[in-house]
């Protein structure tokens, strides 16, 4: 999804996995139990302040009804979020394609263990083996032996899901198809396209007529130009919002793109928790609902079809993240609770700190406890405090360059030219040649861009001082080469 699309993606799996096993589910509050929720809005507010996020919109669904509904913060300068206020969902879009999916299954216009090819007769990666085996299943579970490391063009972007799907053309496989789950973007992009192959109508108008309308999410879109309400994106730097422009891209859009509300995320929780749409017809089949939450055994993964599924599958969660939004939903369906949390900003430090006490104190409401407010203001003030006596020391060094022949006089010349050259490769080799490391074993784009995005701070903090060093031992370099006895012994 991020450009810090493949980071943020891995990090949001595995720490949702993480997240939702402590604290669980387990003796979750009954549906006929009532929560807290003046201790819920009070705990929230005070995260909100504390830590200074821009913005957030939480919703709690218990029973069969939506019990708690809010926003804090604000959505833009002097705009109050509210639960009406539209954000990216990032991943989580990937339950409504999965969705559409086994709508479509139930048709009778896909099958799940049919090949991709049948309905795409010109799909291919980069094994011809492997192209004829992948299924819409594979594509559902992540089990289709693709992932970025053998993507050439995993930060390629198009204007449409065909497109994007024949970019596959060269991905290798990384494992045999079926045989491991690796989280990868594309397969829900090529699902996607199927949607739409299947179904004769593009992906939006789809899940508008058939998701969207039917579970009442009338504030649900796919195109940022209908967003009436949409939230301003932030990233985070020492501690305080930066406000950015989040790029919106077609081709992605099944993967991550979808742009909702706190209410209506709330309507979709209660249609997974009762299998209901808005007209009480159910939503799906039981047998497709229970497909969708039954991670494939044989590999051991607890990815199922656009959810992670722990606790023997009576817990559903997910979490979404694009450049500058956040997203995360969960459900107890034997306690028939969950809620989602949306933001509108985005960085290392949130996911890591802010949004996860937000996630874990609402959790441990719902499971009856009452959970400490935390602070991580002090976070951002420290890395700042630091940094300032990083580039401190760093000045104090170029005001010293001067007396630097003086006091290296004494030094032998090869053990200084050894700690010159040190100064130089080890930047340059960090500078230039670490994104080319990463894209070779892990793929994502050779260049800085997407931590970057991520991490602005520790980025730009890195970035400078390696520069720095590098300059520094240029001019070292220069200033030897100038002396009579460059190369002498001493």
Request: glycine share 8%; no cysteine.
């Amino acid at each position: 999804m991020f450009p810090p699309r493949k980071f943020i993606s891995l990090l949001f799996v595995f720490g949702l996995i993480f997240s939702l096993l402590t604290p669980s589910f387990s003796g979750l509050a009954k549906g006929s139990e009532r929560l807290d929720l003046q201790a819920i809005d009070s705990f929230l507010q005070a995260q909100v302040k504390a830590n200074r996020i821009p913005g957030l919109a939480v919703a709690i669904v218990q029973g069969d009804e939506i019990i708690f509904a809010r926003g804090y913060g604000e959505a833009a300068p002097s705009e109050p979020v509210t639960p009406q206020t539209q954000f990216y969902i990032g991943s989580v879009t990937k339950g409504f394609t999965a969705l559409a999916v086994m709508q479509l299954v139930e048709q009778g216009k896909l099958e799940l263990d049919a090949p991709v090819q049948k309905y795409l007769p010109w799909f291919k990666v980069a094994d011809s083996e492997a192209s004829r085996q992948i299924t819409i299943r594979h594509l559902l579970n992540h089990t289709s032996g693709l992932g970025e490391a053998g993507d050439p063009n995993v930060s390629a972007y198009t204007t449409t899901l065909e497109e994007q799907a024949r970019l596959l053309a060269d991905v290798r496989p990384t494992v045999p198809v079926g045989s491991q789950f690796q989280y990868y973007n594309q397969n829900y992009r090529l699902l996607g396209l199927l949607i739409e192959q299947v179904s004769g109508q593009s992906y939006s108008d789809y899940l508008r007529s058939s998701v969207f309308e039917p579970l009442g999410m009338t504030r649900t879109i796919t195109d940022p130009a209908e967003a009436l309400n949409l939230a301003q994106g932030y990233s985070r730097a020492f501690g305080f919002p930066l406000p950015q422009s989040q790029v919106y891209i077609p081709g992605a859009l099944p993967s991550g793109y979808v742009i909702s509300t706190a209410e209506d995320m709330a309507r979709y929780l209660l249609a997974q928790l009762h299998n209901r749409r808005t007209d009480g017809k159910q939503m799906l089949d039981p047998e497709s609902l229970a497909a969708m939450r039954t991670p494939p055994e044989e590999i051991g993964s607890e990815y199922g079809m656009g959810w992670i599924i722990v606790e023997n599958g009576n817990t559903l969660g997910y979490g979404g993240a694009l450049e500058y939004f956040q997203s995360f939903v969960a459900v107890g369906l034997k306690e028939e609770v969950g809620f989602v949390t949306l933001y509108n900003q985005n960085s290392l430090e949130n996911m890591l700190f802010e949004n996860n006490a937000i996630r874990d104190g609402l959790l441990a409401f719902l499971n009856g406890e009452t959970p400490q407010r935390t602070s991580y203001g002090w976070i951002g003030w420290v890395l700042l405090t630091l940094a300032a006596l990083d580039l401190g020391n760093h000045l104090h060094l170029f005001w010293m360059s001067p007396r630097w022949v003086q006091k290296t006089s004494s030094q032998n010349r090869s053990w200084l030219w050894i700690k010159v050259l040190v100064g130089i490769l080890i930047p340059a080799a960090i500078l230039f040649g670490l994104p080319w490391l990463v894209h070779a074993t892990k793929g994502g784009a050779p260049n800085w861009q997407e931590p970057f995005q991520l991490m602005p701070d520790l980025i730009a903090w890195l970035l400078l001082g390696l520069s720095l060093n590098l300059i520094r031992s240029l001019i070292h370099a220069l200033v030897l080469l100038r002396q009579p006895n460059a190369f002498a012994g001493r």
